[in-house]
């Protein structure tokens, strides 16, 4: 549908590129709002430090488990070792004084030295794979913390950048509230339309013979046809159909 032919006066329709220039500040502050470096860094950091907390947690849970492990496997060398020294402690009492039963305890205390050896042997790498992810989570852990480190200070710096951004925002806002104030409803309705479906320009002025909104230059008989008419008239580009505003600039 057609949209009414609109009538303003001109220094009301000079007052929209009043609030044109103003919806460009404001668009050029929210641009600036959600392209902050900090937002990218920020995502790109989260995404590394995800991956170390959940190496983190592997590590952890190693470290956990190869404690409890050497745990075992001290308990376990130090129940042989009692063994071996109850029976050591048998033979030099002379408590035992038959010859069977003392070559018995001979021949379990050499088989329990083989098995103090075997578990010492098994403790001994216990206590290297223990070394060794306990090195692992610490790294982790100090990758972790700069991590967090990193991401506090990008934090601040994005929040303060926002706050200004934020506060330039409100300014202008109110200063667009002002000028809208000033328009009338059908003339601020339809440069809305248009600033909506002309990537948000919805008027511009008449420069020499361009329209500075699509930067092409007018037909002679459209020009013409701007002489014309009258100065309350409100005028559309015939090549964009945005709002063409007539200054001290235009050559007409």
Known sequence: ????????????????????????????????????PEHQA?????????VVDRELVTADTEVSD????????????????QRKARNQQRIDSGQVTSPRDLENLQHEIGSL?????DLEDAELEV???????????????????AFAGRQAELETTRDAALKELDEQRAELGD???????ELPEPLLAQYQRLRERNGGIGAAPLVGKRCMGCRM?????????????????VLRCEECGRILVRTSESAV
């Open 42 to 50: 920020l995502k790109e950091l989260i995404a590394e430090k995800s």
């Open 113 to 117: 030295d083989r098995r103090i050896s």
């Open 1 to 36: 549908m057609k949209e009414p032919t609109l009538n303003a006066e001109p220094a009301v329709q000079r007052r929209l590129l009043d609030l044109q220039d103003l919806d460009l500040q404001l668009d050029q502050v929210a641009h600036k709002r959600a392209s902050l």
């Open 127 to 145: 206590m290297e794979k223990l070394e060794a992810a306990e090195a692992v989570q610490t790294d982790l852990r100090t990758r972790a913390e």
């Open 217 to 233: 230059e007018l037909a002679p008989s459209d020009l013409n046809t701007i002489k014309a008419a009258a100065p309350d008239a």
């Open 66 to 81: 190869l404690q409890r492990e050497q745990k075992k496997a001290d308990s376990d060398v130090e129940q042989v070792r």
């Open 175 to 181: 200063k667009r509230s002002t000028v809208a104030a």
